[in-house]
């Protein structure tokens, strides 16, 4: 019989670094010609995030914030070792990876037989020759895709990538998740969402470019919005319920993300916009995810959070409230992390 664990991680790319280079994207950010005179030096910074910055550009900060989410990658993990899943089902961002100038599905899932991937240089393992090698389930993720097709959700599919082996939202989930590298040998099943929707090819779904400006009408099309994702996410979870499988599903992705948030001139998150989400995820207040604008989505720089709808969505189908939850905050390393464990029982 059927069995879910839902999961969330965050799959912060600068956790594959070493500390000294943890603020990298803050760094960058700093370097806005449009920055404010004010916010152009820690004089002019909220206290807090002085602190972390402290007279070491946030090295000592940087370790902090890595034993912290490294903390939340174990307790994710072992929970996941304890459910010995069939497969793991894996929402995450595609951000101008495989969604390219040659097509932009709203999500799709990846059929594959198998993955192939490795960590990028100068890593924190000190890895040069490291290759993961893992399953798909091609069965399962083809009835996935039959099952939502013929309830209305028109997934997008695919049996090999079309450009990169596989985004950085599953690659990095792997890594974290085998942070202690005692291996990870689990199937899965990455279902890609286009979270990036206006910005994914006007920006590549990545840092904005200081030497030319993005005016309206060279933006995307939109991402679908959190109401659908909630919805493709209850969906995924009915069928998953009704099949023999026990699947442990994943949302992989920060919160809102320093460099996608306009009223904060890029530099930091909107992490009041996302306590309010935490909140109302924490306490079962479903519906509010449900009805969460896009538009907010995209003023707070939440839109990684997509993933996460469709997990909320699960939660709800499943009629489950979230047993183990954290929320890792910051100033200076881009984006606000949380985590999640929410078991059958
Ligand atoms: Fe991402």
New binding site residues.
Partial sequence: MAEILTLGIS???PLIGPDERMAYIFKRMLQNPKLPEKLRSPQGWPEPMQAEWSNDEGAEAAGRHRQELVGWMRQVRNALDEFKPDFVLIW??D?YENFRYDIIPPFCISAYDNFSFSPPANNVWSETEKVYELPGNKVAAKFLATRLIEEGFDTAYAYKPLHHPL???FT?AIYYLDYDRKGFDYPIIPFAIN?YGRKVIAQK?GMPAFDRDVGEEDLDPPAPTPRRLFDLGAATARILKESPYRVAILA???WS?AFLVGKNHYLYPDTPADRQLYDQLCAGDYQAWRNYPSKTIEESGQQ?VLNWSCLVGALNELNRKPKITGFVDTWIFNSSKVFLIAPEK
């Fill in positions: 799959h912060y790319p995450g961002d951000q985004g950085h939202a990095n979270c779904g992989s992705s920060g993300h990684e």
